[in-house]
């Protein structure tokens, strides 16, 4: 077995804090998402499995051989360094967390949640002025909304740590863009291909924020 300590990089004498703090920063770092190792992803869930408990974690120490307390200084100096960087890019994560992502992930639900309502009612006479109207003038906000989107995406640099979810958040938005524009051929000339992958374009967007959303939660959790 791998020494946890070093897994997590950490020295022995490391508060719980710490290694929280370490073992958070070091799966957003090698987390699948963000191109990283499923083995190192093992290798880091198995060492806070036994230093994350306070039990297994005196366990462990009792079979471990500390090294000499000189040696330990490094070890300190290194593990309040990671501790800093990892204080530091939690609060970057948070920050564009709160300053970019939450207003664009409201916008796009204002843009995606009334479709189906907007696509039903134009569905019961496509060829009806007043009706093709009120859709175009949806079209139309929601074409604004999305600038605003992209302007806000391009913001604030997406953290590090979270660079798997900002491409998801990227793709999403460019999905939303693409379909709009599909919708918008269809208003021109009433060519069903058109409505129809815009609206499967819309769709799949709406599942690409929900997970989105479901990836939101996770980072809080970590």
Not at 32 to 59: S, T
Not at 185 to 199: A, E, I, K, P
Request: net charge neutral; hydrophobic share 35%; proline share 5%.
């Amino acid at each position: 077995m791998n020494d946890p300590y070093t897994v997590l990089e950490v020295s022995s004498h490391a508060s719980a804090a710490e290694i929280k703090a370490a073992y958070r920063r070091l799966v957003k770092q090698h987390h699948p998402d963000a191109g990283g190792d499923d083995q190192r992803m093992l290798a880091l869930n198995a060492a806070w499995e036994v230093l994350g408990d306070q039990d297994r974690r005196r366990k462990f120490d009792r079979t471990r051989i500390s090294p000499p307390a000189a040696s330990r200084q490094p070890d300190l100096r290194r593990a309040r360094s990671a501790h800093g960087r990892a204080v530091a890019a939690d609060d970057a994560l948070v920050e564009w967390l709160r300053r970019v992502y939450a207003p664009i992930d409201r916008m796009l639900g204002e843009v995606i949640n009334p479709f189906p309502a907007q696509f039903k009612a134009l569905s019961a006479d496509p060829y009806d002025d007043e009706l093709m109207e009120v859709f175009c003038n949806y079209l139309e906000a929601s074409s604004r909304k999305m600038e605003r989107v992209k302007t806000l995406f391009q913001s604030l640099p997406t953290p590090a740590s979270a660079r798997g979810f900002g491409l998801s958040v990227y793709h999403c938005l460019s999905e939303v863009e693409d379909a709009l524009a599909e919708l918008e051929r269809y208003t021109m000339g009433y060519v069903d291909n058109y409505l129809h992958d815009g609206r499967e374009m819309l769709r799949e967007a709406k599942q690409r924020r929900k997970r989105l959303q479901d990836e939101r939660r996770r980072l809080d959790i970590l």
